[in-house]
C-alpha cells in the first residue's frame, strides 16, 4: 500500500522555498491543479541548453523518483513542455536556472 501524496501545490511551495534557500533562480511556468496536479521541472543551464525532469512510478520499490526525461537544447525542451501541457491542464511546470544543473531534486523530502 502506497503512502499518502502530498498536494501538488505544497510540494512545489516547498521546492521553491528549497531552490531560494541554495540561492537557485525558480520561477512557475505553468501553474496546475493545486491538489493533484504533475509536475515538471526545467533546468536551464544558461548555455542555450536545458534539462526535464518528472517523476516516474517504480514499480518495484514502489517508489516516485525523479528522473530526466530530456537533455537537449531549449527551444526542444519548451516544445515538450508545450506538448506536455496541451494533455494536462493540471500540470506544474518549474523552471530553474542552474549554470551546473543543480535541481536538488535527489534531496531528503523532495524525493
Not at 53 to 72: I, K
Not at 96 to 101: A, N, P
Request: hydrophobic share 45%; proline share 5%.
Amino acid at each position: 500500500m502506497t503512502d499518502a501524496r502530498l498536494a501538488a501545490g505544497i510540494w512545489v511551495s516547498a521546492y521553491l522555498k528549497r531552490l531560494q534557500l541554495a540561492d537557485i533562480p525558480a520561477y512557475i511556468l505553468r501553474r496546475g491543479d493545486d491538489t493533484a496536479g504533475a509536475v515538471m521541472v526545467k533546468c536551464a543551464t544558461l548555455d542555450g541548453r536545458a534539462s526535464l525532469w518528472v517523476r516516474e512510478w517504480d514499480f518495484e520499490t514502489d517508489q516516485r523518483p525523479w528522473v530526466r526525461l530530456a537533455e537537449a537544447p531549449e527551444p526542444e525542451i519548451d516544445a515538450a513542455i508545450t506538448r506536455h501541457s496541451a494533455r494536462d491542464p493540471d500540470l506544474w511546470v518549474i523552471e530553474i536556472e542552474s549554470r551546473g544543473g543543480v535541481t536538488l531534486l535527489d534531496q531528503p523530502g523532495l524525493v
